[in-house]
């Protein structure tokens, strides 16, 4: 289990499902942000995906410290810092691209806490990376915007950080981890909200929801959450890292084109040198092993 290399027909289908499911979630979650705020929708989220799941899935085999820190980092972070950014202005669109530079933070943070230096080739990678997301700042306006990137790019961070006590946990079912991550956040997102929203916001939003909103969040929580990260875990289980993960580099791709169906995203010309920038260093990155057997192989003809 997990060093397959190769996907057949029917969970390449799978893992193009969730690709689909994972970039429709932004859409939803900007529905969703029309009725509630990012704080409520945050505990909501959590609350429903693990009650009462953790009734039925058992605790994995972890110190609780470790599960505290993967819940508060992989949830209550990185997702309160992704409703906020995109409440503040960044669009669904944008937000699915930047969030993919989590993986030139892992390889910062793998560096640090495991000493695994990165190639020279994977660093200048994650700078035309960059790039792009300084092309993303230049055009955004000064004001909420500018903020909501600043808080995509910590939502990113925080995915990086909750990834290293992800690898720490080893539990037999993914799915179990993910609901279990999902308690740990829902009271410290329920207590935020409270605080920051308030009783009477709070109430008020759950008194007058809409039918969209509610459709949204049964989209997170169950689509986008349990089907999402449950045939995600099974993927990663039964297949090597490098057949799977790259996939994820087409939800900005779905991401773009379901807000600009249904939001009326324009896709101006900077979005799309900055997807090249960004998606191009990734994708350039996880091929280094094949560019320079390319490089060497044109040399030799030289």
């Not at 994995?60 to 505290?68: E, S, T, V």
């Not at 809409?210 to 993927?235: D, E, K, N, R």
């Not at 896709?267 to 799309?272: D, G, H, V």
Request: hydrophobic fraction near 55%; proline fraction near 5%; glycine fraction near 8%.
């Amino acid at each position: 289990m997990g060093n397959k290399i190769n996907l057949p027909p029917k969970h390449l289908l799978v893992v193009l499902t969730i690709v689909l499911i994972w970039g429709v979630n932004f859409v939803a979650v900007y529905i969703g942000l029309q009725s509630f705020s990012p704080f409520l929708l945050s505990a909501l989220r959590f609350g429903f995906s693990a009650l009462p799941w953790v009734f039925f899935l058992p605790r994995p085999k972890a110190p609780l410290r470790l599960i505290f820190y993967y819940g508060l980092l992989n949830f209550a972070l990185q997702f309160g810092l992704i409703f906020t950014g995109i409440k503040l202005g960044i669009s669904p669109g944008l937000a699915s691209l930047i969030l993919q530079i989590q993986v030139f933070f892992s390889m910062g943070l793998a560096f640090l806490f495991y000493h695994d230096r990165p190639s020279n080739f994977k660093i200048a990678c994650s700078l035309v990376s960059f790039i792009g997301i300084g092309i993303v700042g230049y055009h955004l306006n000064a004001g909420s915007t500018l903020l909501g990137l600043i808080l995509m790019l910590l939502a990113a961070f925080s995915w990086s950080a909750g990834n290293i006590f992800t690898k720490k946990i080893h539990s037999e079912s993914p799915l179990a981890l993910v609901v279990w991550g999902n308690l740990v956040a829902f009271p410290v997102m329920a207590l935020v909200s409270f605080l920051f929203d308030g009783p009477v916001v709070i109430l008020n939003s759950l008194q007058h929801v809409s039918w969209p909103a509610i459709a949204a969040l049964f989209y997170i929580v169950y689509v986008s959450t349990h089907i999402g990260y449950g045939a995600w875990a099974f993927l990663m289980k039964s297949y090597s890292t490098s057949a799977v993960v790259p996939f994820t580099l087409l939800v900005p791709v779905v991401g773009f084109i379901s807000s600009a169906l249904y939001l009326g995203e324009e896709i101006q010309s900077w979005k799309f040198l900055a997807s090249l920038f960004i998606l191009g260093g990734l994708i350039i990155g996880l091929l280094e092993k094949e560019v320079r057997a390319l490089i060497t192989n044109l040399r030799s003809r030289l």
